[in-house]
């Protein structure tokens, strides 16, 4: 049995969503701990950054870099009692700091495409059951993700599993690359775990696929991915965290953000479960 926590109002939003049916429906997700697991044979895996650091890949400086960025950083952005404020001027530090770092280390798109075939990138048990479901009934997934690493990785994992359908989009960092393939610059805003209440889906072409979409399954692993909806007019929102880290520290606020808090690393079923009875 998975341990999970539902509030109180988690069957009258399903209800709502289902009174408006699929096609006022869509799904807007983190990447990172959200679609992927959290821990693969008892391995923390954090991001898709965390494997270009970990598994040596770039200059042989780069892992002990990237490391004590993330021995400083990582503690602020998942510690719940830092005001929201004060960890955006941190995590904005902290990509700024990378995207110079990983320039300076020479990253390659022939990197990216490698990470993106780790052993160590696997989906949440369920996600593909969860796409595939999304896509027979034409339910949009926007992929929030600020991935230290642009988009390509993101997209190219997916075509690996099967499940990058014409209904998925991805809004992500991106670098910019000279003609041999090596990253030279990052484009600016930045988005981090902090700040997607500021990077407004209404800014981007996808907006105009989910406009009159306004039932939204919301899909995040930290208190920030509650932003991703910041901007948009819905009607129904039921916010799904998993909260797969600092359990104990984090519960009451993961409770007083979420509708529903999937803890230990948990699979998609319960995900799934709310889906079906949505589009029955």
Request: hydrophobic share 40%.
């Amino acid at each position: 049995m998975e341990d999970i926590i539902l509030s109180e109002n988690v069957q009258n939003i399903i209800n709502n969503f289902k009174r408006g049916g699929v096609e006022k429906l869509h799904v807007l997700a983190d990447f990172d701990q959200t679609i992927t697991k959290s821990f693969i044979n008892g391995r923390h895996i954090p991001s898709i950054i965390s494997i270009l650091r970990d598994e040596g890949y770039l200059t042989s400086d780069y892992p002990i870099k990237a490391k004590i960025l993330y021995a400083k950083y990582h503690p602020i952005e998942i510690d719940p009692k830092i005001p929201t404020e004060e960890k955006k001027r941190f995590m904005e530090e902290w990509w700024t700091t990378h995207f110079k770092l990983l320039i300076e280390s020479k990253l390659n798109k022939k990197d990216i495409e490698d990470i993106a075939n780790s052993d160590n990138l696997v989906l949440r048990e369920g996600t593909k059951e969860f796409f595939d479901n999304c896509f027979n009934h034409n339910i949009p997934i926007i992929i929030f993700t600020s991935c230290g690493v642009g988009g390509d990785p993101v997209r190219i994992f997916l075509k690996k599993q099967g499940i990058f359908y014409e209904n998925v989009y991805i809004i992500s960092n991106d670098l910019i690359w000279d003609k041999n393939g090596f990253a030279i610059d990052f484009k600016k805003p930045i988005i981090h775990g902090m700040n997607k209440n500021e990077t407004f889906i209404k800014d981007f072409p996808v907006f105009e696929k989910i406009k009159n979409r306004n039932n939204v399954l919301l899909l995040g692993n930290s208190l920030g991915d509650i932003g991703m909806i910041t901007g948009f007019e819905y009607n129904n929102l039921l916010k799904i965290g998993f909260l797969n880290e600092n359990e104990e520290e984090s519960k009451e606020y993961f409770k007083e953000s979420y509708d529903v808090v999937i803890l230990n690393d948990g699979t998609m079923s319960c995900v799934n479960k709310f889906l079906k009875e949505i589009i029955s």
